[in-house]
């Protein structure tokens, strides 16, 4: 069966900070993988998404960047957070539309 | 682009039923689901709505009218561990990849 994981769970980061946040799914090959963002008492935003290693697609400009390095490795970064980085950052796969969601990571910018 | 509404929030009791509406409005339609999220955790799937209908799975139930832009997740018999968000989300026809995802609403069950 296949299995998706994000990590870290939680971080506590200062302005100005890099950020590294990873995902990795098992038990599959070739899946979309995407990165999206909540913010408290709203939706989720996509941010980034991938059909394909090196193919990273962006949903809209900010700091922040994707890489997929691997099949099934999709990673966050930032050079430097901004206090609106804030948020819950969730991973997610699929293959024929429905998404599978990791267990998400939540920053807190400081 | 995607433009989906849906309550903020809704509250009912244990055991009666519980109807969250969702509208849309999109420049290529592919497909709806609706998930659940509790507080702080990641959402979970419910149910997929691409053609005209009812989908029925237990205790939850989601119809789609293609036509009207419109869905809606109907939850029985509630039960406390149904207290969460539900989120509505869009499929665009030009974009299959994609999934745009509503503000949520968030469904209170009370004894």
């Known amino acids: 069966s296949q299995t998706i994981h994000q990590w870290p769970a939680t971080l506590v980061q200062p302005v100005g900070s890099p950020l590294s946040l990873e995902c990795t799914v098992e038990g599959t090959s070739n899946p979309n993988l995407y990165w999206y963002r909540q913010a408290a008492g709203r939706g989720l935003q996509l941010l980034f998404y991938s059909v394909g290693i090196g193919q990273i697609s962006s949903e809209v400009p900010q700091n922040l960047s994707a890489s997929r390095p691997q099949d099934r490795q999709f990673i966050l970064s930032s050079k430097k957070l901004l206090l609106s980085d804030s948020g819950f950052y969730l991973c997610?796969?699929?293959?024929?539309?429905?998404?599978?969601f990791g267990e998400g990571s939540r920053l807190t910018v400081l | 682009g995607q433009n989906i509404d849906q309550p903020t929030e809704m509250t009912a009791t244990e055991g009666a039923i519980v109807q969250i509406n969702c509208t849309y409005q999109?420049?290529?339609?592919?497909?709806l689901f609706w998930y659940q999220q509790h507080a702080g955790e990641a959402p979970t799937f419910l149910s997929y709505?691409?053609?005209?209908g009812l989908e029925e799975k237990g205790r939850f139930s989601s119809f789609l009218s293609r036509s009207k832009g419109y869905s809606y997740l109907l939850l029985k018999e509630l039960q406390m561990k149904d207290s969460a968000s539900y989120l509505c989300a869009v499929r665009d026809q030009w974009d299959d990849y994609k999934l745009s995802f509503g503000a949520g609403t968030t469904v209170t069950v009370r004894a």
């Open positions: 709505n691409v053609l005209d």
């Open positions: 997610a796969w699929s293959d024929t539309g429905e998404l599978f």
């Open positions: 999109t420049s290529g339609f592919n497909g």
